[in-house]
């Protein structure tokens, strides 16, 4: 399985927007900090925005902020969003399906399975679990590049998944 380019730009942006949580960020900082190309990131805010995940705001002091509160923003609805449009196999494009074998195929049902179980498990992830005490993540992504005096070195080792 490989996401979108979209998919993964949309994880920067609320990643960044929630580490610089309560400022108003411009997306030029986030293409820098995250290697991302101007046009692309605009797209995904775009989207981001008409989902409610982000408020953006015009002018010489515009830029955007999280529309939602970290812990309220769910990844697997960010990557349902962003991966709704690309089919994870050929069969799975109604129209450009070419396969001769769909209509005997016990493939596809456990693929159908094993994508929701992937989807389920990020529903259970929310963007305050990617952010909150991530330190080394702070530390690349915060506008003001100090190191956050919680963060020490033993703090900003990676966090175990049980």
């Known amino acids: 399985m490989r996401l979108t380019t979209r998919t993964n730009l949309a994880t920067r942006v609320l990643m960044y927007c929630a580490v610089n949580d309560g400022q108003v960020v411009r997306s030029s900082d986030i293409a820098k900090a ?8 605009g797209h995904v805010i775009h989207q981001l925005r008409q989902h409610g995940f982000v408020e953006t705001l015009r002018g010489r002091a515009g ?22 449009g690309v089919p994870f196999a050929e069969c799975f494009a109604r129209d450009q399906n070419t396969c001769p074998l769909i209509s005997e195929c016990r493939l596809r049902g456990f693929i159908i399975r094993a994508v929701e ?8 992830v929310t963007l305050d679990d990617l952010v909150a005490g991530n330190c080394g993540l702070e530390t690349i992504l915060k506008l003001a590049p100090e190191r956050p005096a919680a963060c020490s070195d033993k703090n900003s080792a990676a966090a175990i998944i049980a």
Do not use: T, W
Request: proline share 3%.
């Open 34 to 41: 995250c290697n991302a190309s101007g046009n692309h990131l």
């Open 63 to 84: 830029g955007l902020q999280l529309g939602l509160r970290p812990g309220d923003i769910s990844i697997g609805k960010v990557f349902r969003i962003f991966e709704s």
């Open 117 to 124: 179980a992937f989807y389920h498990e990020l529903d259970m």
